[in-house]
DNA sequence: CAGTGGTCTAGACCACCGA
DNA sequence: CGGTGGTCTAGACCACTGC
């Protein structure tokens, strides 16, 4: 189960082996306490407690004294807004199987987006529209325009379960480094409401992307998320040097 | 030095000890190691620990394997906490002007909002409801608690022109250094449209924020915020990490 | 009542760093 | 080499929760 000889420390193997646990579904409801880990693990408490506690602040897992542990299933993904985040990475944190269902992958022009890119309008652009969905429901409307002479090898690429920068970055060598945003609110249309299956009284985030590599600017994007399913979270500190706890 | 009867946390207790030398001045520059604080308080290493964790956590405090333990010497300017905030400090700057209504100003005891920061059910709290305006017109509600044991001296200020932090480190020298958000979409309730005078079809930004200075949790705030006349954005870079700053 | 997490102790071995 | 923090063990008592 936990390997003592390998240099990985035993709390974060354990912790990685509960997060294992926890996206394979082995814990639908309930999940099994401090004492029951120390048992089953061979650990000690204080091992325990050390891989829990990031599980816990997290918000994976739901612990309270006296009551008993549950899966924390907060029907919404926490995005932190401190690294390039993919969508795709911080559904699958929390626990959930992402998936996506490809409603546009095309080569076209268009003015108004290759503006924002800085391109000429009749520039070719690779368009991926996709409906983002965490457990088979619903999570976001996402669409990107990547210039073509870029992004055509994604062309035939199956995206239904992969991100979007993995394969960018796999196919064309290409990393985005750096981006900026724009988050909005807005109250989706009618249309998108449909598309989102979501509540009538639902308000929605509208993020647009703006992303660069090596200076040039590659990626043009709208997401539309849940506002009931999605929240961003950021963390700021005055403190230079600041370190951000791993994992 | 420290109270072994006391219901506190023996760790908590020696955090807040430590930081109060390390305002005192005590440690100009380095900083006893864990051993040597297990000798003069007279506890454990694993209490040293949980006491450290929070300060190094903060960056109040640097410490690395084999090297002598340091104070991390945080930038001595000024609060940068104000990015959201300060948004409404740039309306000023591009011309237009930004009132407040007070709508409460009081001090009260809200077990929810103590909760939050980590604070007895019965602790009262400082609370400032406002609704700010740029221009006259209605931008946002916005609605903070902070513990009056520090923050009654805010009581019978003035803030209908004026920030919260600037009088908060002008009448009580506490600066905020750390703070965490939660950035969500909302549809507002029929009172809170109203009260903002926002058209029907308008999504708001509710907006969570939790302030701590030199590690303890002194502002818990909401603020709900137009969505039809704000943005929130973020930047990212490889080299500098996120940087969020209003438009 | 049994089980939970929160706190605390008193040990131990190790990798790392600077003198 | 001595001191640092990182990890780990094997205990213990307590407050709290739900049955």
Not at 24 to 40: I, K, N, Q, R, W
Not at 151 to 160: E, H, Q, T, Y
Not at 221 to 234: I, K, P, S
Request: with cysteine; hydrophobic share 40%.
């Amino acid at each position: 189960m936990l390997d003592r000889t390998h240099p990985t420390p035993l709390w974060r193997q354990l912790q990685n082996d509960l997060i294992r646990r926890l996206r394979a579904g082995e814990f639908t409801d309930t999940f099994p306490g401090e004492l029951t880990l120390v048992d089953t693990y061979r650990v000690s408490r204080h091992t325990v407690r050390q891989a829990l506690r990031h599980l816990r602040e997290e918000g994976l897992v739901a612990a309270t004294r006296g009551r008993q542990p549950r899966v924390a299933h907060t029907a919404e993904v926490v995005q932190p807004l401190d690294t390039l985040y993919s969508l795709f990475a911080s559904v699958e944190a929390t626990g959930r199987t992402q998936t996506s269902q490809v409603r546009v992958l095309d080569i076209r022009a268009d003015g108004v987006i290759a503006d924002q890119l800085d391109l000429e309008g009749s520039t070719p652009l690779l368009h991926l529209e996709r409906l983002r969905l965490a457990d088979d429901e619903p999570l976001a409307i996402d669409r990107v325009w990547l210039p073509a002479a870029i992004a055509a090898p994604l062309l035939d690429a199956d995206f239904s379960r992969t991100s979007l920068y993995a394969v960018l970055a796999d196919r064309t060598g290409t990393r985005l480094d750096h981006s900026s945003e724009n988050i909005r609110a807005v109250i989706p249309t009618g249309a998108e409401r449909a598309l989102l299956r979501c509540p009538a009284d639902t308000a929605c985030l509208s993020i647009h992307r703006r992303g660069e590599s090596a200076g040039r600017p590659v990626e043009w994007r709208h997401t539309l998320v849940r506002g009931d399913r999605y929240t961003v979270t950021a963390e700021f500190s005055v403190t230079e040097g600041y370190q951000r706890r791993p994992i």
